[in-house]
C-alpha cells in the first residue's frame, strides 16, 4: 500500500519532498519528457542513497560495522521508509515516461487504415487465370509408387462367385 503525502512530507527533507511532490497525479501529467528524465535522475540518487544508508544501519545494529555516529543504530524504519517512498515516485515517474513513449509511438486509427489500405493495393493479384490460349505443354504422366497387384484374375472371379452363392443360399432359406 502506498505511503501517504502528509507521512512524506514528515520523512523527508524540503529538497527531497519538493521532487518526490512532483510525482504525484495533477503535478506529474504536466511534466514534459526531459523534466521527467531529470527528476528520475534525481530520485534514483536520493533512492540509492537511502538504500546504502539504511543497509549500514542494519549492519551497525547486527554489531558487524562501525557505528558512523557516536552510537550504533538501534532502528531503520525511517532509512527504509524513504527508500519506499523514493521507490514508489520512481514507479510512478517510469510509468508516466512509458505511457508518453506508448502515446508517442502508436499510430492513430487514420494511420492504420491508409497503412492497410497500401497493403491492399500492393497486394493485388490475379487469382483467375486468363481465358486466352496458353503454350502450355500437354500434362506428365506420374508413375504409380505403388506396386501393382499380382493376383490371378481367376482368383478374384472366385471369391467373387462364392459370395454370390453364400447369399442365394442365406435367401432361400
Known amino acids: 500500500m502506498g505511503i501517504p503525502i502528509s507521512a512524506e512530507k514528515r520523512m523527508l527533507a524540503s529538497n527531497e519532498f519538493e521532487i518526490v511532490e512532483r510525482t504525484?497525479?495533477?503535478?506529474?501529467?504536466?511534466?514534459?519528457?526531459?523534466?521527467?528524465?531529470?527528476?528520475?535522475?534525481?530520485?534514483?540518487?536520493?533512492?540509492?542513497k537511502a538504500r546504502d544508508r539504511a543497509q549500514q544501519q542494519r549492519r551497525e545494529m547486527r554489531g558487524k560495522a562501525e557505528p558512523r555516529g557516536i552510537a550504533p543504530a538501534?532502528?531503520?524504519?525511517?532509512?527504509?521508509?524513504?527508500?519506499?517512498?523514493?521507490?514508489?515516485?520512481?514507479?510512478?515517474?517510469?510509468?508516466?515516461?512509458?505511457?508518453?513513449?506508448?502515446?508517442?509511438?502508436?499510430?492513430?486509427?487514420?494511420?492504420i487504415a491508409k497503412r492497410a489500405?497500401?497493403?491492399?493495393?500492393?497486394?493485388?493479384?490475379?487469382?483467375?487465370?486468363?481465358?486466352?490460349?496458353?503454350?502450355?505443354g500437354s500434362m506428365k504422366m506420374v508413375e504409380n509408387q505403388k506396386a501393382p497387384a499380382t493376383l490371378?484374375?481367376?482368383?478374384?472371379?472366385?471369391?467373387?462367385?462364392?459370395?454370390?452363392d453364400s447369399q442365394a443360399r442365406r435367401d432361400s432359406d
Open 74 to 111: 538501534s532502528d531503520n524504519s525511517g532509512t527504509e521508509t524513504k527508500r519506499k517512498i523514493f521507490t514508489g515516485a520512481l514507479k510512478r515517474v517510469n510509468r508516466e515516461l512509458a505511457r508518453i513513449e506508448k502515446a508517442e509511438t502508436d499510430e492513430g486509427q487514420s494511420d
Open 152 to 164: 490371378d484374375p481367376r482368383e478374384i472371379g472366385r471369391a467373387s462367385q462364392s459370395v454370390k
Open 24 to 48: 504525484h497525479y495533477p503535478n506529474i501529467c504536466g511534466l514534459s519528457k526531459k523534466e521527467l528524465s531529470d527528476v528520475l535522475r534525481v530520485l534514483r540518487d536520493y533512492r540509492s
Open 117 to 136: 489500405l497500401e497493403l491492399k493495393r500492393q497486394n493485388r493479384v490475379r487469382h483467375h487465370p486468363s481465358s486466352d490460349r496458353t503454350a502450355n
